[in-house]
Structure formats: C-alpha cells, structure tokens
C-alpha cells in the first residue's frame, strides 16, 4: 500500500496564444492518505501569474462537490453549474479561482480510495511505525 501516488493535472487557464498556461495538480499518496497536495502553476513561470501550494484533507474534496466546504485559505464547493466544483485558494494575500470539471475531480478521488478506502487510511501497524519513528528522535 505505501509508495502509491494518485495525481491528476488540469489545465485551468490556456493563454497560448499569448506563450502561457496555468495548471492545477493535484496528488494524493498513500503515505499520507487523508491529505490532498494541491499545486497551482503557471508555465512559464512568473511572479505576477498565479502560483501556490496547499494541502486539503482528501474527505472535504469530497464533500465539496456537494456543497460549500471549507475556511481559510482553502474552500470548495460546487461552481453555478453544478457540473464543475470550484476551489478558492488564497497564498499569502493573492486568491486564485479554480474550477475543475466534477467529474474529473470525482475520478481522482475514486482511485485513491480504492487504494486506501475512507476510514482505513491507518491501520495499527502504521501507526505503530509513526510512532517509533517519533521516539527514536
């Protein structure tokens, strides 16, 4: 079960025509199976373009795409459509929207609990190995 990765790359805003893209990835491991790295890139890179790293417990990405979720610097809910969810991430003092199709986000979430399914993300034995590691230093 350890090593297991689950990322997902979504092109959120394609400004090509003017030489530039910005992309949503997010990533999900095994290793630390409640939580969601979320990466907000624009390439090519540049201090004025959107840009950012968050992390968000992976059952409130579920829930968001039901309902409004979420405080801070990250919320999540459903967009007006319903058929996008919508994330509002603010770094520092800049906020960037993002909307992502729910049934790409859906998809990404469904392979990561079926590699750790909700409510079995730890088991006694890893617990256990976190909590050696913590005694030995």
Known sequence: ML???VTAEFVV???SSRGRITVFQICWG???PLAVSMTLVSRPEHPAL???SWVAPRDTLRAGLETAVGDGDV???PDADRRGVRLDLV???RQSVVVVAASS???FLDRTERLVPTG???TEQELDAVLADLLRT
């Open 3 to 5: 090593g297991k990765d």
């Open 13 to 15: 805003d394609d400004a």
């Open 30 to 32: 095994a290793r630390d």
């Open 50 to 52: 959107p840009q950012g």
């Open 75 to 77: 919320r999540i809910g």
């Open 91 to 93: 770094h520092g003092d």
């Open 105 to 107: 986000l859906r998809s």
């Open 120 to 122: 079995q993300e730890h």
